[in-house]
T-cell receptor
Framework: QKEVEQNSGPLSVPEGAIASLNCTYS??????FFWYRQYSGKSPELIMF????GDKEDGRFTAQLNKASQYVSLLIRDSQPSDSATYLC?????????FGDGTTLTVKP | DVKVTQSSRYLVKRTGEKVFLECVQD?????MFWYRQDPGLGLRLIYF???????EKGDIPEGYSVSREKKERFSLILESASTNQTSMYLC????????????FGQGTRLTVV
């Protein structure tokens, strides 16, 4: 079992829809959780982080964390074609991040 | 803005060559990391460093070494390049405070022929 698993893609949604990206992790000592976006041929860039159970909203993005279930998700509301990218979930313990394989999202106009 | 700069965007090297990948960050970050990214395998940690002259093995250190003589610079060394080391290499840095985000360089696409 991988330490960080993301829902297999690719994921395709129509413009304006909600995109839901999921991630589970195995290390119960994990302390912080990040979502990175990676456009094709580019390096990852941070879009959201969450440390505590519950929801965290930032514009069209909402991160959700449930430590008991070892589950973290990212919701993208009103999806735009510019959101088309690979989304990487990263789980951090003691300063070291472990990444999932990523979920590729395509938003169709 | 945090800036992490990798010395080359593309590199082509021959099997058996010694290869140096350089990374410099300008935000006085304590932590620095080297990852490789391959289709279907995601980002895998090769080595990381919490301080000058300190290094820790990541998940896939075999065939690699690192050097950190100055805080802002972290070098990845392929002692004898092999074709299975053809990959995208990403350097990242972060603050020492635990659980902070990592900032990535632009990546080096290395091809070993």
């Amino acid at each position: 079992q991988k330490e960080v698993e993301q829902n297999s893609g690719p994921l395709s949604v129509p413009e304006g829809a909600i995109a839901s990206l999921n991630c589970t992790y195995s290390d119960r000592g994990s302390q912080s959780f990040f979502w990175y976006r990676q456009y094709s041929g580019k390096s990852p860039e941070l879009i959201m982080f969450i440390y505590s159970n519950g929801d965290k909203e930032d514009g069209r993005f909402t991160a959700q964390l449930n430590k008991a279930s070892q589950y973290v998700s990212l919701l993208i509301r009103d999806s735009q074609p510019s959101d088309s990218a690979t989304y990487l979930c990263a789980v951090n313990n003691a300063g070291k991040s472990t990444f999932g394989d990523g979920t590729t999202l395509t938003v169709k106009p | 803005d945090v800036k992490v700069t990798q010395s080359s965007r593309y590199l082509v090297k021959r099997t058996g060559e010694k290869v140096f990948l350089e990374c410099v960050q300008d935000m006085d970050h304590e932590n620095m990391f080297w990852y490789r990214q391959d289709p279907g395998l995601g980002l895998r940690l090769i080595y990381f460093s919490y301080d000058v002259k300190m290094k820790e093995k990541g998940d896939i250190p075999e065939g690699y070494s690192v050097s950190r003589e100055k805080k802002e610079r972290f070098s990845l060394i392929l002692e004898s390049a092999s074709t299975n080391q053809t990959s995208m290499y990403l350097c990242a840095s972060s603050r020492l405070i635990l659980n902070t985000e990592a900032f990535f360089g632009q990546g080096t696409r290395l091809t070993v022929v």
